[in-house]
């Protein structure tokens, strides 16, 4: 359910601007997608590095399920069942699941208030926020709220307002999760420069690892979303583990002329 149109740039010559990124993300007018995601040549520790752009054009430093994307255009084209992809929060190792699915190790969870970033010290535990949230930096800012049933919940109400709270000097992503029991989770969130969206990978992950640190929840456990389900794994050495499944949906050409600049 979390879609993304891949550009392939490992041969060079491809200037993606975020007035590009916005028009090839629009539904009606571009191709249409989540986040635009150019992959670019590798580098020494990496098989590929990628680049993440929102409808509007911002950069996300991390997006979990489009790193499984890539992972899976990358495994299909060496055949190799791991790779390790370059992103702005850093090196996320992936690997290919019996099934056709993928696991990424997301990196550790950043939980302290200065790595997530919010704007002054705060318990990340318990933002000082309406609703109580928790928060945790998942390659981007995130903020969970634990609601009884996040599918009677305002989203796109509240999301929109929160995710430029001044608390978030980077904007964030905030999710609605309810904890049905200590292995599963139903989760929507309202993900920063894309809005609602039908999946979130980090989403997912923040939820979950929230969800532990509040005694809510187990270290492992399925984030059942709009688009599909999620495993997530929240280890002892403190990195998170994302597994899932991947479609690729077609392949094509596009006139990136016809596009603003």
């Known amino acids: 359910g979390n879609d993304f149109v891949v550009l392939d740039a490992r041969a060079g010559g ?62 299909a084209e060496s055949g190799r069942t791991r790779a390790v992809i370059r992103t702005m929060a850093g090196e996320l190792p992936a690997e290919a699941l ?10 550790p969870a950043l939980l302290d208030w200065r790595d997530i970033p919010l704007a002054r010290a705060a ?12 928060a945790a930096g998942i390659g981007n800012p995130h903020a969970t709220f634990f609601v009884a049933d996040a599918e009677r919940h305002p989203v796109a109400e509240l999301g929109r307002v929160l995710e430029c709270d001044p608390l978030f000097p980077q904007r964030a992503n ?10 599963r989770l139903r ?4 993900e920063r420069g894309a809005g ?22 187990g270290r492992r ?5 709009d688009g599909g389900t999620l495993v997530i794994e929240w280890r002892g050495d403190g990195h998170v583990l994302m597994e899932g499944p991947v479609a690729t949906a077609f392949t094509g050409m596009v006139d990136l002329a016809a596009f603003p600049a």
Request: charged share 15%.
């Open 196 to 217: 609602l969206t039908r999946a979130c990978g980090s989403g997912a992950c923040a939820a979950v690892v929230n969800a532990h640190r509040r005694g809510l929840a």
């Open 187 to 190: 989760l929507l969130v309202w």
């Open 14 to 75: 491809l200037a993606v601007t975020p007035a590009l990124a916005a028009a090839l993300a629009d539904r009606r007018t571009g191709i249409g997608c989540d986040q635009l995601v150019v992959i670019g040549p590798g580098e020494p520790g990496a098989d590929a590095a990628m680049r993440i752009l929102n409808p509007d054009g911002s950069e996300a430093g991390a997006c979990g399920n489009a790193t499984r994307c890539v992972a899976s255009l990358l495994f």
């Open 221 to 225: 456990a399925s984030v059942a979303m």
């Open 98 to 107: 019996p099934g056709g699915g993928v696991r990424v190790d997301m990196g």
């Open 123 to 134: 318990d990340t535990l318990h933002l000082p926020l309406p609703g109580d949230p928790a």
């Open 174 to 183: 905030i999710g609605f999760a309810t904890v049905l029991a200590p292995d």
